[in-house]
């Protein structure tokens, strides 16, 4: 239920407001969209109500007890919850706690909306040239109960005109939602689909599309080309990051599909998505042809098709031929940099680009050894194609924390991302990439700016947010990271569907939540992660054979810790404990990063009883970066530590650095 609907504010009764303008911003209660100087922001339909609450008492203290009794009336939730959400609302609105422009906190009491709020309550008024000009009440009465009575000075009788930009902006939107309210079932019966309306001439009011692009069928089954059908389908993901009106899965996403018959239904279903791109190709020697279907999930209807007919060097066509076309069939506008940034890439060596995505294909196997042969072949034929740094470097960061690279693989990752931002400054990969990179090996602080600049030009990318979540809970930041994972869930469902996504819940101690976020796949990762959950509920047992089973698939650094684990659960001390001096050894000889990991030796050490060697990797991952002190605080595996004075220094060195992180960028 929306807030508006069973919550009034105290003072003057509930609003009937459509529009609310505390600029730059619009709050649109009819569509449940914010917008930003005419562009939606992202929020969660919670995130929204909440702000929508706080907006219709603007002025007002509200209580984090009536906050909560509004938002959730039938259920029991935590204060945590509301913070994440208030967490939310100043990410979406670019506003800082320590210097609020929109929401101030009242210490140990509530939130208050602190800006100017106008409204128009009257929709035949926003219709006609002018509006009745909002009024302009006092804080102090406002914060003392008192009736709403106008600031001395101020008109609220006389009808004005708004400024140009505002009134237009407004009129046009709700212009746009009469139109569709009066005319929708017209409207629907000749178009199935919603756009926004054109760059620069009124708000986008349209939902985006979620349009998932599968892997190519090879119709010939010949091994040596099955890599076309997945690396191209990346091409062209790749190639539609910056549409703002579309939501496109990722290729982590959609790898399961290879080669697979296609449900329609189920797909979409599946992946969350109203549109497929499917297709095929064959490969004659050196004759290409890719055929492709865009169909709308719901109905099943072919909206576009296409065939592309090309030699086999002329390959980097695909993702812009068939980019132009999925836009062309969903009829999406764009703006000036969006049609930019989709214009044919520079011309890139035949060769090169194929091994480019051979390259991309062995990445998404998880074949980090032999992706970096095939990218480093890539960039070595032509140095100017900056994806292929950008993978290449993503290879190289996943072999070193991995399969124990190390030191000189971050080194050489850091260098290739550093030459894919060179090339193409706005390369999103890139900024991904290198911010994970710089999580892992210790520079948390450097990795958030260039994160938060990320989502300047792209804020909708659900990547982008999962990863400033990463960086927060590193920080311990705890509550900020879970509205963050939260948000990029809300932009895609799917985010990160191949990894942990929400370690947080864990480190706030919601182990059932954070079992339930674990996708529903049984690779190594995945199902070390569900026995260390399992573990902390202490169901040994399962846990013991979710670590086993991690081991046996892929004995690579996080299975081998969940081994050392099950070891704990069997008693079988010496065992473990060899197991972690092995580990411990290889990531001081080869400076493997992922101070996370070296977080979870240290536990591993500690349950199973080498107090020592549990305080000296605690310390190592401390100061390699990971200093979430809440967690520390609370983790239940690192009790046998807690009355040594060691543990009280490094606990004290790592709330330091979290406190210094918070005060920097909240």
């Given at each position: ?89 100043r990410r979406a609105l670019g506003d800082c706690s320590s210097d609020p422009r929109f929401i101030v906190t009242v210490p140990g009491r509530g939130y208050r909306f602190s800006a100017k709020v106008r409204s128009w309550e009257d929709e035949k008024e926003t219709f006609g040239a002018t509006v009745s000009a909002p009024q302009v009440v006092s804080k102090a009465a406002s914060r003392n109960g008192q009736k709403l009575a106008p600031i001395a000075g101020a008109d609220v009788t006389r009808t004005e005109n708004l400024r140009w930009r505002d ?296 990547a982008v947010h999962w990863e400033l979540g990463y960086a927060y809970r590193f920080a311990g930041m705890l509550n900020e990271s879970v509205a963050e994972c939260e948000l990029a869930r809300q932009l895609d469902p799917l985010v990160k569907a191949n990894g942990s996504v929400f370690n947080t819940y864990l480190y706030l101690g919601d182990y059932d939540k954070f079992l339930r976020s674990l996708p529903d796949q049984n690779d190594s990762l995945i199902l070390f992660y569900r026995g260390f959950g399992e573990y902390y509920q202490k169901n ?127």
């Open positions: 239920m929306s807030t508006a609907n069973h919550f009034e504010p105290r003072l003057g009764g509930p609003r009937k407001a459509q529009v609310y303008e505390f600029h730059p911003f619009l709050l649109d209660t009819i569509q449940h969209l914010l917008f930003k100087e005419g562009a939606p922001v992202a929020l969660t339909p919670k995130t929204y109500d909440t702000l929508l609450l706080l907006v219709q008492n603007s002025g007002r203290m509200l209580s984090k007890e009536e906050l909560m009794k509004s938002l959730w009336p039938d259920s029991f939730v935590e204060e945590s919850n509301l913070t994440q959400q208030v967490s939310m609302i009134r237009m902006t407004i009129r046009r939107a709700v212009l746009s939602i009469a139109a569709l309210a009066l005319l929708g079932v017209a409207i629907l019966s000749i178009t199935k689909f919603l756009y926004p309306t054109k760059p620069g001439t009124g708000t986008a009011l349209a939902a985006r599309r979620n349009l998932a692009i599968l892997p190519l069928q090879n119709l010939r089954q010949d091994p040596d080309n099955d890599f076309l059908g997945f690396s191209l389908a990346d091409a062209v993901i790749t190639k539609l990051d910056s549409v703002s009106s579309l939501t496109v899965r990722p290729s982590t996403a959609v790898e399961k599909y290879r080669n697979q018959v296609i449900d329609i239904q189920k797909v979409a279903a599946d992946l969350s998505v109203d549109t497929l791109l499917t297709g095929s190709f064959i490969r004659d020697g050196d004759d290409l042809r890719i055929t492709y279907q865009l169909i709308d999930a719901k109905s099943e209807k072919i909206v576009g098709r296409g065939t592309i007919d090309l030699k086999y060097d002329k390959l980097l066509r695909v993702q812009d031929n068939v980019a132009q076309q999925i836009i062309q069939g969903l009829q999406l506008n764009l703006s000036p940099s969006e049609a930019d940034s989709i214009k044919p890439d520079a011309p890139i060596n035949p060769l090169a680009y194929e091994y480019y995505l051979r390259g991309v294909d062995l990445h998404s196997q998880h074949d980090f050894p032999l992706a970096i042969k095939m990218l480093e072949q890539s960039t070595r034929i032509d140095s100017n194609y900056a994806p292929a740094w950008a993978y290449l470097g993503a290879s190289y960061t996943s072999d070193a924390a991995f399969e124990f690279g190390g030191r000189e693989q971050y080194r050489r990752a850091q260098a290739a991302y550093e030459r894919a931002l060179a090339i193409q400054p706005s390369q999103l990969d890139a900024h991904i990439f290198l911010a994970n990179l710089l999580v892992d090996t210790g520079k948390v602080e450097q990795a958030v700016p260039l994160l938060r600049d990320a989502l300047k030009t792209y804020p909708n990318q659900a040994w047992e399962q846990a013991a054979k979710d670590f086993d089973r991690a081991n046996e698939l892929d004995p690579t650094l996080y299975a081998q810790i969940g081994k050392a684990f099950s070891d704990s659960i069997a008693r079988r001390e010496r065992d473990g404990l060899e197991i972690l001096r092995v580990l411990e050894k290889k990531i001081g000889e080869r400076g493997v990063g992922d101070p996370e990991a070296m977080y979870k030796v240290s536990q591993a050490y500690s349950v199973l009883g080498d107090k020592t060697s549990a305080l000296r990797v605690l310390r190592r991952s401390i100061e390699a970066g990971f200093f979430c002190y809440p967690y520390f605080t609370t983790d239940p595996l690192l009790n046998e530590l807690r009355n040594d004075p060691e543990f009280t220094a490094l606990s004290n060195a790592a709330h330091q650095r979290h406190e210094a992180f918070r005060s920097k960028f909240f």
